[in-house]
């Protein structure tokens, strides 16, 4: 097998029509697959797909984060916590000028936020 990299990232949901809602003010855009199974947005190249939850809760998991890249981090999760995310992990400096933060959705999804200066999308 040879990988060609990340594609996609799913989140469950509970309420779907909520969701597509506040993916596409939380992002700026709006999906391009829209059914009643999968909402479908491509950001920066890669794709952010919603699901349907099987429970009314949502239960993150704690074993893959996923990090959006970012050119500000303190912007960025700024912005999230203004459009009603939640914090789950306050911007900070991992080394060198790299930063990540995370919040949770309204829905209870983790997202995480990176900002890199060293990543090239592609390289």
């Known amino acids: 097998m040879l990988a060609q990299g990340l594609r996609t990232v799913i989140y469950e949901?509970?309420?779907?029509?909520?969701?597509?809602?506040?993916?596409?003010?939380a992002f700026e855009v709006l999906?391009?697959?829209?059914?009643?199974?999968?909402?479908?947005?491509t950001i920066g190249g890669y794709e952010l797909g919603?699901?349907?939850?099987?429970?009314?809760?949502?239960?993150?998991?704690?074993?893959?984060?996923t990090y959006w890249g970012v050119t500000n981090a303190?912007?960025?999760y700024k912005n999230?916590?203004?459009?009603?995310?939640?914090?789950h992990e306050a911007v900070h400096q991992v080394g060198g000028?790299?930063?990540v933060g995370s919040v949770y959705d309204?829905?209870?999804?983790?997202?995480?936020?990176?900002?890199?200066?060293?990543?090239?999308?592609?390289?």
Not at 31 to 41: K, L, R, T
Not at 80 to 87: D, N, P, S
Not at 113 to 123: K, L, R
């Open 13 to 25: 949901v509970p309420d779907l029509t909520k969701a597509k809602a506040w993916y596409s003010v």
């Open 106 to 123: 309204p829905f209870g999804n983790i997202i995480g936020i990176i900002e890199n200066p060293h990543f090239q999308a592609g390289s």
């Open 97 to 99: 000028e790299i930063y």
């Open 50 to 65: 919603l699901v349907p939850a099987e429970d009314a809760e949502v239960k993150a998991s704690r074993s893959v984060m």
């Open 74 to 76: 303190d912007a960025a």
């Open 80 to 87: 999230l916590i203004e459009k009603g995310a939640q914090e």
């Open 31 to 41: 999906p391009y697959f829209d059914e009643s199974y999968y909402v479908g947005f």
